[in-house]
């Protein structure tokens, strides 16, 4: 719902404009997803990083 505020522009409801930054929030994530993959194929996969070895993990391999 759009009201008026007197000066004459036009103000989106509080709950529309949370609509709407989700919306562009969705919209962005699906953007960087597909940049990823347009990295991925041009680049070749990323080299994940390897978790540190903590505790009994980094005693056994020692």
């Known amino acids: ?36 993959d347009i990295e991925e194929y041009l680049y070749g996969p990323k080299e994940k990083p390897q978790s540190e070895k903590r505790g009994l993990e980094k005693f056994v391999d020692e």
């Open 1 to 36: 719902m759009s009201e008026r505020n007197p000066k004459g522009v036009r103000v989106d409801s509080n709950y529309q404009l949370m609509k709407d930054i989700e919306f562009l929030q969705h919209w962005l994530r699906g953007l960087d997803r597909k940049i990823e």
